[in-house]
């Protein structure tokens, strides 16, 4: 279920860090990778009214973990970015659902 929501990078090198991003995240909170959606989201950064191609945002959203285990996904990340992508800047936010608000459904031919 986490879903792991990338700004700021092509869709191309998204595509190429997906395996990767959704290995760091189930290692570090000892989940299936398959559990792991790894979604790109087009957008353009401006700082100072500048463009900022350098910036990676990342949002994950999941159900609440502590703040040391958010930590090591966010290093995990960031170091995983900065050594593949060239960016200068991570940024990571955590949305931490109640579960209580979530539904999953599987086709019955499944």
Wanted: with cysteine; glycine share 4%.
């Amino acid at each position: 279920m986490p879903q792991v929501i990338i700004k700021g990078l092509k869709k191309k090198e998204t595509a190429r860090l997906a395996p990767a991003i959704a290995r760091e995240v189930a290692e570090s909170i000892s989940v299936p990778q398959e559990w792991i959606v790894v979604e790109h989201n087009k957008v353009a950064f401006f700082r100072g009214g500048k463009a900022d191609p350098g910036s990676v945002f990342v949002l994950i959203q999941w159900k609440r973990r502590t703040p040391e285990l958010q930590k090591l996904v966010s290093e995990r990340l960031a170091a995983l970015f900065f050594a593949e992508t060239g960016c200068t800047s991570v940024e990571v936010l955590y949305d931490n659902l109640d579960m209580s608000d979530f539904h999953e459904y599987k086709a019955a031919n499944e």
